[in-house]
Structures are given as C-alpha cells and as structure tokens.
C-alpha cells in the first residue's frame, strides 16, 4: 500500500533527468501518492474504529480483536 520515498532516491531520480520540469513532475508524484496514502490510511482507520464499536455492541468477541489488531498496526506504522 505504502511506496518508502526517501530523499537520496529523490536526488537520484532528480539527477536522471535533463530538465527541472520533469524533476518537479517526479516530487509531485510523490507528494499525491504521500497524500493519498495518507486520507486512505486515515480513511481505513475512522472505518476500523466503527467496526470495533460495532462488535462491541454485538459482543463479537472475534470480530473485535480482529479489527483492534488492524487499527494497531495502522497507528505503529
């Protein structure tokens, strides 16, 4: 789900092409796939913290957990 960008790869690819416009078209892929990982990654959360609600209130002993688990490593990574 999440491409790793990091600034030496960024300079790398800078350095591959010829012209500034094409540099600037490469960080702006950057930053929208940044930014869409991160209203999805926000997204999937609001929807984990529904579910886990939701079992509660179903007392689904499995279905908690599994969503808990989820929500976890969502928020450590």
Known sequence: MDKYYS??????AVGQY???NESEKL???IYMD???NGIQR???IEELKH???KALDERDEKAF???AEELN???ES
Do not use: G, P, V
Not at 7 to 12: A, N, R, S
């Open 42 to 44: 926000m997204q999937r």
């Open 51 to 53: 579910l886990i609600d």
């Open 18 to 20: 010829q012209h500034a």
């Open 65 to 67: 957990y599994t969503y």
């Open 73 to 75: 490593e969502l928020q």
């Open 27 to 29: 960080l702006n892929d």
């Open 34 to 36: 940044l930014f869409l």
């Open 7 to 12: 600034y030496t790869d960024f300079l790398k």
